[in-house]
């Protein structure tokens, strides 16, 4: 019996070691260490790039004046989202993007050139914790990690324009960083303060839940979701307790329609068909029946389907008798919540939203660019078609 029990043990430390194995994508050459180097000296260089364009490119005016007269009136006492309005119209985004934008007009005193060299910050910061990300998975070579530093529009929309879309990106990479350490809890409560500045990050939340019902119990998913509601309530409290449903019918308005003149995906659709309500049931169906089918077929082959890996019959417990079948489920069980299927899960499932998506602007890019070199080497497309 203790013999049995011994090989048991020796079997799951051999599958946790191989779980944390490099990706079979990645070559010998490029290790861990070669990534980190890489990384270290892509993001010195990016930063000095950074400080090049935020000194010899003239800012775009688009939004900031609209954001600093909406933060002007919330610091004034107005606590109904109705009467918060900008250049380009009402407040539209949730509480958590009024606090940070007051931080940022109270640290600038609203002048652009200030707050072009903190958003030059924050993309640094966000490009950190995207390399680690990328580091974590070990699934594209080290060169491959300069694509990330090679888009015009996406320091253009950092540096040139401060949307916010680059708050609530680098919190949901901060997100994601914390999901492959299995941090759930923390995790969740990190998703939850990048919905409060713009909801895109709702995106992900399909494939999020697919994981932490892969990878806990009913009461942790339920405590880790009660975490990232808690957040919401907090940081919605003054707006609840005064106007509570102008705030819910505009920072959180998920049948908002875009003017199609501004929209980039589905340009060729004719306006009125664009706008109809049967064309966004359509793309909600197509939406959830392609996330459908990635978690039956995809994300959770290992367990056998959707419904076996977020079944009570899955539950992550290191197994405790000489059992060779709970060796084997804990061995899939430890493969597929590796750093890389983790993000496989987030980046693939947030890009077939981008995919569906009834409405994108310019700057929603930020939304699903860092993501295509990893979707990329997940593909068996050659190195130059990638």
């Known amino acids: 019996m203790a013999m049995a029990d011994s090989k048991s043990r020796e079997a799951v430390t051999k599958a946790m070691a191989k779980a944390k194995a490099p990706s079979p994508m990645v070559s010998p050459r490029d290790g861990r260490s070669r990534l980190i180097s890489s990384a270290c000296g892509l993001l010195l260089f990016d930063a000095v790039l950074t400080a090049i364009i935020i000194a ?7 939004d900031w004046d609209a954001y600093m007269s909406q933060v002007t009136g919330f610091l004034a006492g107005e ?24 931080g940022i007009q109270y640290i600038t005193g609203g002048a ?13 910061i966000n490009l ?21 530093c090679l888009s015009k529009r996406i320091h253009s929309i950092f540096v040139l324009r401060l949307f916010n879309d680059c708050v609530a ?18 995790a969740l409560t990190v998703f939850s303060a ?34 990232a509601a808690i957040l919401q309530v907090l940081v919605g409290m003054p707006f609840l307790l005064t106007y509570p449903m ?3 019918s505009r920072a959180f308005n998920l049948g908002r329609v875009f003017i199609h003149f501004w929209s980039v995906n589905f340009k060729f659709v004719p306006e009125d068909f664009f706008i109809s309500k049967p064309f966004a049931l359509s793309l909600l169906i197509l939406h959830l029946g392609f996330l459908f089918v990635f978690a039956q077929y995809k994300w959770c082959r290992h367990e056998g389907g959707i419904l076996r890996a977020c079944g009570p019959q899955n539950v992550r417990e290191e197994p405790k008798k000489s059992d060779l079948n709970v060796v084997d489920k804990f061995l899939r069980s430890v493969q597929s919540l590796s750093a890389n299927h983790i993000l496989t899960v987030v980046f693939t499932g947030n890009f077939i939203g981008i995919v569906f998506a009834r409405s994108l602007h310019y700057q929603f890019y930020s939304w699903y660019f860092y993501s295509l070199p990893f979707l ?4 068996t497309f050659p190195t130059p078609v990638r």
């Open 56 to 62: 010899r490119v003239p800012y775009t005016k688009i």
């Open 79 to 102: 606590r109904n989202y109705a009467e918060i309005h900008g250049d380009t119209g009402p407040l539209v985004y949730p509480a958590g993007f009024l606090y940070i934008y007051s």
């Open 112 to 124: 652009v050139f200030p707050a072009q060299i903190l958003f030059g910050v924050l993309y640094v």
């Open 128 to 148: 950190g914790l995207v390399l680690l990300i990328y580091i974590r998975a070990q699934a594209v070579p080290w060169w491959a990690l300069s694509l990330l």
């Open 169 to 186: 990106t680098t919190l949901m990479h901060a997100s994601v960083a914390l999901m492959q350490q299995q941090h759930w809890h923390l």
């Open 194 to 227: 990048a919905v409060s500045v713009k909801m895109n990050v709702l995106l992900l939340a399909p494939p999020v839940l697919l994981l932490l019902l892969k990878s806990l119990t009913v009461w942790g998913v339920l405590t880790s979701l009660g975490c």
């Open 246 to 248: 102008e705030y819910f």
């Open 376 to 379: 990329l080497w997940k593909t």
